[in-house]
């Protein structure tokens, strides 16, 4: 149940937190940069107007690890389209994101099918993961307050903890922490914490590679610290950053 | 001879004691050797008084033999059915499966489950062997262009469907279809009427669905519903889809695997210490504690919950028997006292004409017993019949049970074992013999002219 | 094996001339006045003096009569308890359902959520209603998710048997009390005072997590309360997930009477136990037949007896009939001393089966075992629950078929030619 969380969340997810950080605004801490400067910088890094990605997700299962392969376009934070690549199995499965909906085309049953209203709410399947984790959220900034809280080392790498707390209430975790590069200004760590503070989830980033002129992580771990598991890895295979996508692309119809 | 006279005697009331009778009384050459054939014919012969003594141990023998069906047929009834829709009389399954076993958690399936059938049909010749897959997932029904129209979740079951009905008869879905056909071929499934009506679905339409594979991916599948089933439960009439489990490995990416292995003796309903004996012979050749994907076998006492109803029905089955057993006994006990004690004027002219105490005695013995053997044998076989019909037809009662929401049985049904075949004897044979050993001990201790005057009462 | 001599010598026949001059010839059923009450007394001696053979057949009745009551006894105490313990540990005295509550579906729990009305909140107060409040959540015993209901109860509800007082929270704990019962224990393998994770999403849809201690583990016998739940203090559920003064439920006590309010509806312990009685109707058609089996050994033992005992006494009925008894006289006679078995059964039934009954009705039957998993309330004493209409009302069942079984050999004596019947040829 886990993986199809991922299977469906991670493209989007690894995505959509970090175009996020965009939207950050100042509240500076005494000796710290202000959180919202580190984020703009992570931005710089990030994000782009579009990007056509091509990955690979190890799904941990109960008995072996199984490889997928998926190709996302994906316009802004609003817009992203994804197909899967292999194995035969999943291949030409393809899911649209535009705003709040959801759709999922498998080509086996040949069939359209969205995924909305109150199962967006509800996990898949019993699963902790909610269809809603798969949306997009608005902005980062405009739901978190941004504060470089201190600085920490990862592996050998200095890097500043930005923590966001919520200012709004429907928010899906109370606070996250970002730990972020010092010096290329790409994020190494993500937590997400219950208002609790207790960690939730965590995402590490790695394999930090300059590419088309920017520092981009080609590895990230995403892992539900509540279960037992490895978690689940996505590789960067191949990335263009800004590149022109096709607008039929990000319309229904091309999904079947 | 001796049996000659007492079966001639039956034939008329020792009232009347006419001068045919007398004349028969006379014939003393009848050895014992023939007692056995003449013994018969009186008893055929014989319209009123033997007649009335082997109806009674017939009577009462049948109704043992059938109260016995009956009595395993309810008691088994609940059991079984758990057995035949989930349990099992065993179930194999990987250990970290049974750990979480509420959960269906098909990440932990047995693979290669072919080699492991072929394995245990060949250690456990006598049980019957069946793969299932459970599961959980959504159900989505498209609308004419095939976008979602409406979901559900559904609990899923894939059994084998197609090109057997072992599994439907089995799980008793004959009863339960109420609309539609079993599926014919692949692609097509059966679900619940209830959810159909939820999810504005009818039989002939296509659904999807969505599920999560062995492996973890998500898992999407298109059936055509062929029928609708009810089942009496809110729990599963809610939201259930039955398919072939072929159907269900290729959506769910399970080749050659299945959550569980259904065990089932074939030759008798549940047997609890049979089954443990069975799963920790298995276990101890299978199961090893390091490895959460080694096979495990689960008597089905050890599946929760089903270790109180066992137990249960064994002991209220064997009281309830016990004591109809002893009722049964007295009864017929009293036939054959009875039997006897009306014959003491009988017994006083014999003794009178010279026949000893002991020939009389034994003579009474040898025909109660016949009494009780004819009587046995003909009860058995009659209640065997109507036992037969019970367990076939049974009584249906859910035509008195309005709104039923549980699955219960509502149609009691005997079941036949072997006890039902030799039990009847009990009460039949035993109790009639010794009713006539006691009733008989009258002659040792009475006066032959008093016994003879008993003939004028 | 005197009975023989006996039976005769208790006969009418050997009663003397003197009772049969006082039979009043003229009435026809021969059951009014003194001609009744001969009949009655003879009838009556005549059985006694059967001796042993009537012995046999009272006691094989007496065990028909025990065992019914006793078989009804069970179920009926099964069921009463059920009922019981199903008031006493979920129902009360009834409850009321947010409109939008589904307790089969988890999804429905998100909107039907919402404050105690206006209406009610009085009785809420006085702890006449006891609000439960409901919200999914997860767990993770041995590293693995598993899906609970939370349940929110006050602690100082006095409604249920549930041991809410547990979980009354000490200011200086960091973990949340729950308590559960003992077969969600042996499911989720937890025991009392661990320590573990649970996850829940408040209104908004935000994850949160705390730990939670065990802070009691409770044997019930209704699933319900039981199967996948954890229940904790109202108040901290309704903060936990934003939800102030929310519940799905208001437990009503018997003190206060049930009212109409909007978008609630209000359940009585009928409507809330219909299933179980209905399994009780179902398992008491399934023990009828056993009655009907028993009964039908008894009534054979009594008809073989009267078969034979009007086929013996063929010359005393003819010799009464031709003092002047009509054959209908003779034959009440002879149906009411088959029915004085039932009477006699009764005497015996009770001698043994009122200690019986007694035990179980007070000590019960002891399972060891938890029945919950069947998902029926049940507890693990079986009581017999025996009320006077069971027992009198068998006893009546008990004397209607015995006469009726008296009756049909004896239909023979009306038709006896009194002639034969003095010389024992009639039959």
Same mark, same amino acid.
């Given at each position: 149940?886990?993986?199809?969380?991922?299977?469906?969340?991670?493209?989007?997810?690894?995505?959509?937190?970090?175009?996020?950080?965009?939207?950050?605004?100042?509240?500076?801490?005494?000796?710290?940069?202000?959180?919202?400067?580190?984020?703009?910088?992570?931005?710089?890094? %990030?994000?782009?107007?579009?990007?056509?990605?091509?990955?690979?997700?190890?799904?941990?299962?109960?008995?072996?690890?199984?490889?997928?392969?998926?190709?996302?376009?994906?316009?802004?934070?609003?817009?992203?389209?994804?197909?899967?690549?292999?194995?035969?199995?999943?291949?030409?499965?393809?899911? @649209?994101?535009?705003?709040?909906?959801?759709?999922?085309?498998?080509?086996?049953?040949?069939?359209?099918?969205?995924?909305?209203?109150?199962?967006?709410?509800?996990?898949?399947?019993?699963?902790?993961?909610?269809?809603?984790?798969?949306?997009?959220?608005?902005?980062?900034?405009?739901?978190?307050?941004?504060?470089?809280?201190?600085?920490? %080392?990862?592996?050998?790498?200095?890097?500043?903890?930005?923590?966001?707390?919520?200012?709004?209430?429907?928010?899906?975790?109370?606070?996250?922490?970002?730990?972020?590069?010092?010096?290329?200004?790409?994020?190494?760590?993500?937590? @997400?914490?219950?208002?609790?503070?207790?960690?939730?989830?965590?995402?590490?980033?790695?394999?930090?590679?300059?590419?088309?002129?920017?520092?981009?992580?080609?590895?990230?771990?995403?892992?539900? %610290?509540?279960?037992?598991?490895?978690?689940?890895?996505?590789?960067?295979?191949?990335?263009?950053?800004?590149?022109?996508?096709?607008?039929?692309?990000?319309?229904?119809?091309?999904?079947? | 001879?001796?049996?000659?006279?007492?079966?001639?005697?039956?034939?008329?009331?020792?009232?009347?004691?006419?001068?045919?009778?007398?004349?028969?009384?006379?014939?003393?050459?009848?050895?014992?050797?023939?007692?056995?054939?003449?013994?018969? $014919?009186?008893?055929?012969?014989?319209?009123?008084?033997?007649?009335?003594?082997?109806?009674?141990?017939?009577?009462?023998?049948?109704?043992?033999?059938?109260?016995?069906?009956?009595?395993?047929?309810?008691?088994?009834? +609940?059991?079984?059915?758990?057995?035949?829709?989930?349990?099992?009389?065993?179930?194999?399954?990987?250990?970290?499966?049974?750990?979480?076993?509420?959960?269906?958690?098909?990440?932990?399936?047995?693979?290669?489950?072919?080699?492991?059938?072929?394995?245990?049909?060949?250690?456990?010749?006598?049980?019957?062997?069946?793969?299932?897959?459970?599961?959980?997932?959504?159900?989505?029904?498209?609308?004419?262009?095939?976008?979602?129209?409406?979901?559900?979740?559904?609990?899923?079951?894939?059994?084998?469907?197609?090109?057997?009905?072992?599994?439907?008869?089995?799980?008793?879905?004959?009863?339960?279809?109420?609309?539609?056909?079993?599926?014919?071929?692949?692609?097509?499934?059966?679900?619940?009427?209830?959810?159909?009506?939820?999810? $504005?679905?009818?039989?002939?339409?296509?659904?999807?669905?969505?599920?999560?594979?062995?492996?973890?991916?998500?898992?999407?599948?298109?059936?055509?519903?062929?029928?609708?089933?009810?089942?009496?439960?809110?729990?599963?009439?809610?939201?259930?889809?039955?398919?072939?489990?072929?159907?269900?490995?290729?959506?769910?990416?399970?080749?050659?695997?299945?959550?569980?292995?259904?065990?089932?003796?074939?030759?008798?309903?549940?047997?609890?210490?049979?089954?443990?004996?069975?799963?920790?012979?298995?276990?101890?050749?299978?199961?090893?504690?390091?490895?959460?994907? +080694?096979?495990?076998?689960?008597?089905?006492?050890?599946?929760?919950?089903?270790?109180?109803?066992?137990?249960?029905?064994?002991?209220?089955?064997?009281?309830?028997?016990?004591?109809?057993?002893?009722?049964?006994?007295?009864?017929?006990?009293?036939?054959?006292?009875?039997?006897?004690?009306?014959?003491?004027?009988?017994?006083?002219?014999?003794?009178?004409?010279?026949?000893?105490?002991?020939?009389?005695?034994?003579?009474?013995?040898?025909?109660?017993?016949?009494?009780?053997?004819?009587?046995?044998?003909?009860?058995?076989?009659?209640?065997?019949?109507?036992?037969?019909?019970?367990?076939?037809?049974?009584?249906?009662?859910?035509?008195?049970?309005?709104?039923?929401?549980?699955?219960?049985?509502?149609?009691?049904?005997?079941?036949?074992?072997?006890?039902?075949?030799?039990?009847?004897?009990?009460?039949?044979?035993? +109790?009639?013999?010794?009713?006539?050993?006691?009733?008989?001990?009258?002659?040792?201790?009475?006066?032959?002219?008093?016994?003879?005057?008993?003939?004028?009462? | 094996?005197?009975?023989?001599?006996?039976?005769?010598?208790?006969?009418?026949?050997?009663?003397?001339?003197?009772?049969?001059?006082?039979?009043?010839?003229?009435?026809?059923?021969?059951?009014?006045?003194?001609?009744?009450?001969?009949?009655?007394?003879?009838?009556?001696?005549?059985?006694?003096?059967?001796?042993?053979?009537?012995?046999?057949?009272?006691?094989?009745?007496?065990?028909?009569?025990?065992?019914?009551?006793?078989?009804?006894?069970?179920?009926?105490?099964?069921?009463?308890?059920? /009922?019981?313990?199903?008031?006493?540990?979920?129902?009360?005295?009834?409850?009321?359902?947010?409109?939008?509550?589904?307790?089969?579906?988890?999804?429905?729990?998100?909107?039907?959520?919402?404050?105690?009305?206006?209406?009610?909140?009085?009785?809420?107060?006085?702890?006449?209603?006891?609000?439960?409040?409901?919200?999914?959540?997860?767990?993770?015993?041995?590293?693995?998710?598993?899906?609970?209901?939370?349940?929110?109860?006050?602690?100082?509800?006095?409604?249920?048997?549930?041991?809410?007082?547990?979980?009354?929270?000490?200011?200086?704990?960091?973990?949340?009390?729950?308590?559960?019962?003992?077969?969600?224990?042996?499911?989720?393998?937890?025991?009392?005072?661990?320590?573990?994770?649970?996850?829940?999403?408040?209104?908004?849809?935000?994850?949160?997590?705390?730990?939670?201690?065990?802070?009691?583990?409770?044997?019930?016998?209704?699933?319900?309360?039981?199967?996948?739940?954890?229940?904790?203090?109202?108040?901290?559920?309704?903060?936990?997930?934003?939800?102030?003064?929310?519940?799905?439920?208001?437990?009503?006590?018997?003190?206060?009477?049930?009212?109409?309010?909007?978008?609630?509806?209000?359940?009585?312990?009928?409507?809330?136990?219909?299933?179980?009685?209905?399994?009780?109707?179902?398992?008491?058609?399934?023990?009828?037949?056993?009655?009907?089996?028993?009964?039908?050994?008894?009534?054979?033992?009594?008809?073989?007896?009267?078969?034979?005992?009007?086929?013996?006494?063929?010359?005393?009925?003819?010799?009464?009939?031709?003092?002047?008894?009509?054959?209908?006289? /003779?034959?009440?006679?002879?149906?009411?001393?088959?029915?004085?078995?039932?009477?006699?059964?009764? /005497?015996?039934?009770?001698?043994?089966?009122?200690?019986?009954?007694?035990?179980?009705?007070?000590?019960?039957?002891?399972?060891?075992?938890?029945?919950?998993?069947?998902?029926?309330?049940?507890?693990?004493?079986?009581?017999?629950?025996?009320?006077?209409?069971?027992?009198?009302?068998?006893?009546?069942?008990?004397?209607?078929?015995?006469? /009726?079984?008296?009756?049909?050999?004896?239909?023979?004596?009306?038709?006896?030619?009194?002639?034969?019947?003095?010389?024992?040829?009639?039959?």
């Amino acid at each position: 149940m886990n993986s199809i969380k991922n299977l469906i969340s991670l493209p989007f997810r690894g995505q959509g937190v970090l175009f996020l950080l965009l939207f950050s605004f100042t509240m500076s801490a005494q000796n710290y940069p202000s959180g919202k400067s580190i984020l703009d910088k992570v931005d710089r890094n %990030m994000s782009s107007k579009t990007r056509i990605m091509t990955s690979k997700m190890e799904i941990q299962g109960g008995r072996s690890v199984r490889t997928l392969e998926s190709k996302s376009w994906i316009e802004g934070e609003q817009k992203a389209y994804t197909e899967y690549l292999s194995p035969a199995r999943e291949k030409g499965t393809k899911m @649209l994101k535009l705003e709040n909906q959801l759709w999922i085309f498998s080509p086996s049953t040949d069939r359209v099918m969205q995924i909305s209203g109150h199962m967006l709410r509800q996990s898949v399947m019993g699963s902790d993961m909610s269809y809603e984790d798969m949306m997009s959220d608005s902005p980062l900034l405009e739901r978190y307050k941004a504060e470089v809280t201190s600085e920490e %080392m990862i592996e050998d790498r200095r890097c500043w903890v930005v923590t966001l707390t919520a200012i709004k209430e429907n928010v899906n975790y109370h606070s996250q922490k970002i730990w972020v590069d010092q010096e290329r200004f790409v994020p190494l760590k993500m937590d @997400l914490f219950a208002k609790s503070g207790k960690l939730l989830k965590r995402t590490t980033l790695g394999n930090v590679q300059k590419m088309q002129g920017r520092w981009f992580p080609m590895e990230m771990t995403y892992k539900d %610290m509540l279960k037992e598991g490895k978690g689940t890895k996505m590789t960067v295979v191949s990335i263009q950053f800004d590149g022109a996508i096709p607008a039929g692309v990000f319309n229904k119809s091309n999904l079947k | 001879m001796i049996m000659n006279n007492i079966d001639e005697t039956n034939s008329t009331p020792p009232l009347g004691v006419g001068g045919k009778n007398i004349k028969n009384e006379s014939n003393f050459k009848s050895p014992l050797g023939v007692g056995g054939s003449f013994l018969f $014919k009186g008893l055929i012969r014989d319209k009123s008084r033997s007649l009335l003594p082997i109806i009674v141990v017939t009577v009462g023998v049948m109704m043992t033999v059938f109260l016995e069906a009956y009595m395993s047929g309810i008691f088994s009834d +609940s059991i079984e059915s758990t057995a035949r829709f989930s349990s099992g009389h065993v179930k194999v399954m990987t250990t970290a499966y049974r750990e979480n076993l509420s959960q269906m958690p098909n990440d932990y399936a047995m693979l290669e489950v072919d080699n492991t059938l072929e394995m245990l049909r060949t250690d456990f010749p006598d049980m019957i062997w069946t793969d299932r897959i459970q599961f959980g997932g959504l159900l989505d029904a498209p609308d004419s262009l095939g976008n979602t129209r409406s979901q559900g979740n559904v609990l899923g079951m894939g059994i084998h469907l197609l090109n057997s009905s072992d599994e439907i008869q089995r799980m008793d879905l004959q009863t339960k279809l109420i609309e539609g056909d079993f599926p014919q071929k692949q692609g097509e499934a059966l679900i619940t009427k209830e959810l159909a009506r939820k999810m $504005k679905l009818v039989v002939g339409d296509q659904v999807t669905l969505m599920s999560a594979s062995m492996y973890g991916e998500m898992a999407m599948y298109n059936f055509r519903i062929s029928g609708l089933l009810h089942f009496g439960t809110e729990a599963l009439d809610r939201g259930m889809i039955v398919a072939d489990i072929n159907d269900v490995r290729f959506a769910l990416n399970m080749e050659n695997a299945a959550g569980e292995i259904l065990g089932f003796f074939s030759d008798s309903p549940y047997d609890n210490s049979r089954a443990e004996a069975l799963a920790a012979n298995f276990n101890s050749k299978n199961t090893d504690t390091q490895d959460k994907f +080694s096979l495990t076998m689960a008597p089905m006492s050890g599946v929760g919950g089903m270790d109180f109803m066992i137990a249960y029905s064994e002991n209220a089955q064997f009281l309830v028997i016990f004591i109809f057993i002893i009722a049964m006994s007295v009864v017929l006990w009293n036939t054959g006292l009875v039997g006897g004690l009306r014959r003491y004027g009988e017994f006083g002219l014999r003794l009178a004409i010279g026949e000893s105490k002991h020939e009389i005695y034994r003579s009474l013995i040898i025909e109660a017993l016949f009494t009780g053997l004819v009587g046995s044998f003909i009860g058995t076989a009659v209640g065997l019949f109507f036992s037969w019909l019970m367990q076939k037809y049974g009584i249906d009662v859910s035509g008195m049970m309005q709104n039923t929401q549980m699955m219960l049985p509502t149609v009691f049904r005997s079941q036949i074992s072997t006890t039902t075949y030799w039990i009847g004897i009990i009460p039949g044979v035993l +109790s009639t013999v010794i009713g006539a050993m006691l009733a008989g001990v009258g002659i040792y201790k009475r006066q032959t002219a008093s016994l003879f005057k008993e003939l004028e009462n | 094996m005197n009975n023989i001599g006996k039976t005769n010598s208790y006969s009418p026949l050997g009663a003397g001339g003197n009772n049969i001059k006082k039979t009043n010839i003229d009435s026809p059923s021969g059951l009014g006045g003194k001609g009744g009450l001969f009949l009655f007394k003879t009838a009556f001696k005549s059985l006694i003096g059967n001796g042993l053979k009537t012995w046999l057949n009272v006691s094989v009745l007496s065990v028909s009569f025990v065992l019914i009551i006793l078989l009804q006894g069970v179920l009926k105490g099964w069921s009463e308890q059920a /009922v019981e313990d199903t008031v006493r540990w979920e129902i009360a005295d009834g409850q009321y359902w947010q409109e939008g509550y589904d307790p089969y579906d988890p999804f429905s729990l998100d909107s039907s959520a919402v404050a105690i009305p206006a209406r009610l909140q009085g009785d809420v107060n006085s702890q006449n209603l006891e609000p439960v409040l409901i919200s999914q959540a997860s767990i993770y015993p041995g590293g693995r998710m598993m899906g609970v209901l939370l349940r929110g109860i006050r602690p100082d509800q006095k409604l249920l048997k549930i041991p809410t007082e547990l979980l009354v929270v000490n200011d200086n704990e960091s973990e949340i009390p729950v308590i559960l019962g003992a077969y969600m224990a042996r499911q989720t393998g937890l025991k009392l005072n661990d320590v573990l994770t649970l996850r829940w999403r408040d209104k908004n849809g935000t994850f949160e997590a705390a730990d939670i201690r065990v802070a009691g583990i409770f044997k019930t016998s209704v699933p319900s309360v039981d199967n996948g739940s954890l229940w904790l203090p109202l108040d901290k559920l309704q903060s936990m997930t934003l939800r102030e003064n929310a519940a799905h439920l208001l437990i009503k006590s018997p003190e206060i009477e049930a009212k109409q309010v909007t978008g609630w509806s209000f359940k009585s312990v009928e409507d809330l136990t219909a299933s179980t009685m209905l399994l009780v109707k179902t398992k008491s058609m399934g023990t009828s037949l056993l009655y009907v089996i028993f009964l039908l050994l008894a009534m054979l033992a009594i008809f073989d007896t009267q078969t034979l005992s009007i086929f013996r006494r063929q010359r005393e009925i003819g010799t009464l009939v031709a003092m002047g008894m009509t054959p209908r006289q /003779v034959m009440w006679h002879f149906t009411l001393e088959g029915t004085f078995n039932a009477l006699l059964s009764f /005497v015996v039934g009770a001698v043994w089966g009122t200690p019986l009954l007694w035990y179980l009705s007070n000590k019960g039957i002891s399972f060891n075992m938890d029945a919950s998993e069947i998902g029926v309330a049940m507890g693990d004493t079986m009581y017999a629950s025996v009320t006077p209409g069971l027992v009198f009302g068998t006893m009546l069942f008990i004397i209607v078929i015995t006469a /009726v079984v008296s009756y049909l050999p004896a239909r023979k004596i009306a038709k006896m030619n009194p002639t034969e019947a003095i010389r024992g040829k009639a039959i």
